[in-house]
């Protein structure tokens, strides 16, 4: 664990042109890209949204947050109305995808992942959006 800590003395932010840098590497993209991102609301999916905006509009594009509410605890719905109050104060656009879990008696965070990247997946189908983050 000490080795962890001081690994990360060393970390230092991303700036705007090392994430331009990492997108662009990702691939060919569209005149007019849109990245969806997955957003939890924590602060790594949300500083990803930001860059991932940034990017899109530099390029013409645009970044869409998708946040999935699993319906597994009861201020679940609370937390993706923030990520979405959130995402409006920035004008991005974002969509709340809701999973109804049936009943589970085990292996709830592996159901609630698949469900997550089912959700994600269909709607980046339907919306024929090509890159998700």
């Known amino acids: 664990m000490l080795a ?3 690994m990360m003395d060393n970390i230092s932010p991303v700036t705007p042109a090392e994430s331009a840098a990492l997108i662009a590497a990702c691939g060919a993209f569209e005149r007019a890209p849109t990245l969806a991102v997955a957003v939890s609301g924590g602060a790594d999916s949300m500083a990803l949204l930001l860059l991932a905006q940034g990017w899109a509009k530099q390029n013409n594009g645009a970044a869409v947050a ?11 719905a609370a937390e ?3 990520v979405a109050q ?13 999973w109804l879990p049936p009943p589970l008696d085990s292996a709830i965070q592996a159901e609630a992942r698949e469900a997550r990247y089912r959700l994600l997946a269909g709607w980046c ?5 090509l ?3």
């Open 86 to 98: 959130w995402c409006e104060d920035r004008g991005i656009e974002h969509h709340t995808l809701i």
């Open 66 to 76: 998708l946040t999935v509410d699993h319906s597994l605890r009861p201020e679940s």
């Open 125 to 129: 189908r339907q919306h024929g959006v």
């Open 4 to 6: 962890t800590y001081r």
């Open 80 to 82: 993706a109305a923030q």
């Open 131 to 133: 890159h998700l983050l």
